[in-house]
C-alpha cells in the first residue's frame, strides 16, 4: 500500500527576526517574531510524502541527495502520532478506484518517504528551511489523517524549523513565543515544566492577511549563492551563550518593536515600518557581531545595498525601501510596487550581485509613478 500526498509552501521573511532559542528540542525561541509569507509562484519548496509497506527504510531526499532523517523530523514524526484518529487515514485504491480507510496501527508500521525539492539555492540565507519544513508538516498532516488546524500545523512546522512554522499562513504573520517570562535568565534557564506549557502556546497567528497592504512588494538581492558559514541554528545558539546584547534585545528591544510594527502593519503606516524593519535587520546583525568568536553574514554587496537603500531614501518625499538581511549574504528590500521599476534600476548597478529577483508579494500588476 502506499500513500501519497504533496504540497508547495513559500518561503517567509522575518521583519521583527528570530534569534535565538531557550529549549532547541521544542524550538521554543527567546522572543516572538513577525513576518511576510511571499506567494507560492517562485521561492517555494515542493515536498511529497509518501507512506509504504514496501519501502526498505524511511527516507529523505533533499534536492535530489538522500539523506536521513535528522532528530527534528523524527520529534515532528512522534509529536504527530498522539494526533492521528484511531480510525485511521483515508485514502484512494487506485486499483479497486475507491475510498479506503488505512488504521492507525497501519499507519504507523509503514516507512516514510519524504522528497523535497526548493526552487532557490539552499541554506543561502533565502529562508529555505521556511518553505520546506513547513510543506513537510502540511504533508504529514494530511497523509496521516490528523486534521490539525493550521495554528496547530505552525506547532509541527516549529519544531523543524522555528522560521516555517510562519510560513503556514499568508500575509503578515507573528510567530508567538508562547511563554509569559521577561527576564532574560529566567528565559535562558526556562524549566522543563515551563518548556512543556510554552510548547502547547508557541505557534503562528495571522495580523493582516495578504489582501490588507497589496501595494507593498519585495526585490531579493541575491548578493551570494554560496552556503552560508555558520548554519543559523549554530550562530543563534553561539549568540544566547555569549552575546549581552542579544539579552537585552530580547527583552528590552524586541517587545517593543513587534508592538509598534503590528500598530504600522494596521494603520499602513509606511515610515514607521519601514524604520522598524530596518533597525531591526542591524539588531540582529549586532548580535552576531556581539556573539563571541562574532559571527558575519552581511557581505561588501549587502553593505552596499544597504548604503544605497539610505541614499535612496533621504532624497525622497518617502522612504523607497527598507532592506532586511538574514544570517546569509542576501538582502530583501521590502517597497511599494509604485516605485519597483526606480529601485531596481538602481540596485542592478551594485557591484557584486548575482543577480535581483523581483518577487510581489501578493499581486503582479506594477505601476511607475516615476
Ligand atoms: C535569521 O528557523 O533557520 O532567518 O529554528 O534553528 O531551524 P532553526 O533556525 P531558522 O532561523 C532563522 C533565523 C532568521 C530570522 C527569522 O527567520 O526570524
Known sequence: KILSLTAVSPINIALIKYW???????????????SITLNCDDLCSTTTVSLGESYEESELILNGKSEGFSDRIKRMLSFLTDSIPAEGAKAWDTVKGEEITIPKEDLLKMKVHVESTNNFPTASGVASSSSGLSCLALCLNKVYGC??????CSRLARLGSGSACRSLFGGFVIWDKGFDLTNFEDIRNITPEQVLEASKNSKAIQVKDESHWDEIALVICVATSEKKKIASTKGMKDSVDTSE????????????????????????DWNTFTEIIIKESNSLHASCLDTYPPIFYMNETTKNLASLTHDINQNFYEPVAAYTVDAGANCFLITKKKHLNYLIDLVSDVAGLDDSKIKFNFKDEIETEH
Open 147 to 152: 486534521e490539525m488546524d493550521l495554528g496547530e
Open 20 to 34: 535565538g532559542k531557550c529549549d532547541e528540542i521544542e524550538i521554543i525561541p527567546i522572543n516572538s517574531s513577525l
Open 245 to 268: 546584547f542579544l539579552a537585552y534585545r530580547a527583552t528590552n528591544i524586541v517587545p517593543k518593536r513587534l508592538e509598534n510594527i503590528t500598530k504600522a502593519i494596521e494603520d499602513k
